[in-house]
């Protein structure tokens, strides 16, 4: 990540964000952010969970490493919890979805033995190959439809949803990366009774109470409010949402 980004989340969040003064021998925040600019939002998004938890809460959480691994975005904590680590599942699983250099939409692609989530320019750009193609009813490899993105879900994930998806295009893989921790938070026995769009906002709601399903919930929520409703694609990096809005 360039050193302006960086600084940016330093910043923002000063605390959480507190290893960064450490020398590499102490904590691997001493490289920094060790992924590039197009998930910039993406953290800011995690690390802006993190803080209003920690403000409602006696946890004071601290990024230990930050880096990308097998194409997916890795953030690793000191003194976290439930609530942390499955918004952080959230955030993993979205970056696997999201180009780490433009914060398009993107899908992981090997060169080199590099992996890599890239959007389809910078696939051609890099002289990349996708690792799958992307879901399709017709089996070409083209760009799914709406329809088929949601027969997707419906089939992969059936199993923790409970009742309808309605949210616009652009936010499905948000939804994914929330039935994706979802399922990893087994031992909860969530389900998702619906997503909703209600007022620029992406509800989830839940069969039931859990501290991971509020991370789940508010990450996804915090990744929707950067995220274009119809393209997919983030905001530039860099550029800071409204967040006067209470984190729910």
């Known amino acids: 990540m360039t050193p302006e980004l960086e600084d940016l989340l330093f910043r923002k969040y000063p605390r959480i964000l507190a290893q960064r003064q450490l020398p590499v021998t ?7 952010c060790d992924c590039r600019d197009g998930w910039w939002q993406v953290l800011d998004a995690l690390f802006e969970v993190v803080a209003w938890h920690a403000d409602e809460s006696a946890i004071a959480p601290e990024t230990a490493q930050v880096k990308q691994k097998l194409g997916s975005l890795r953030v690793y904590w000191d003194g976290d919890d439930d609530v942390v680590q499955a918004a952080t599942w959230v955030a993993e699983e979205f970056s696997t979805m999201i180009c780490e250099v433009t914060g398009r939409p993107g899908q992981m692609t090997v060169r080199g033995g590099f992996i890599q989530v890239l959007c389809p320019e910078e696939t051609e750009r890099e002289g990349a190959v996708p690792t799958r193609r992307p879901v399709s009813g017709d089996g070409a490899g083209s760009t799914p439809t709406e329809a088929e993105r949601l027969r997707f879900l419906l089939d992969t994930y059936g199993g923790v949803i409970g009742g309808p998806i309605q949210v616009p295009p652009g936010w499905l893989s948000i939804v994914e ?59 530039a990096p860099g550029m800071i949402h409204d967040t006067a809005r209470p984190m729910k």
């Not at 102490?26 to 920094?32: H, I, P, T, V």
């Not at 389900?191 to 859990?210: C, H, Y």
């Open 26 to 32: 102490a904590s691997a925040m001493g490289w920094g």
């Open 177 to 235: 990366a929330a039935l994706r921790a979802i399922m990893a938070a087994s031992s909860d026995h969530l389900m998702a009774t619906s997503f909703m769009e209600r007022g620029g906002e992406l509800v989830i709601t839940l069969n039931r109470s859990s501290e991971r399903g509020k991370g789940i919930a508010r990450c996804a929520a915090a990744l929707a409010w950067r995220t274009d409703p119809i393209t997919g694609a983030l905001l």
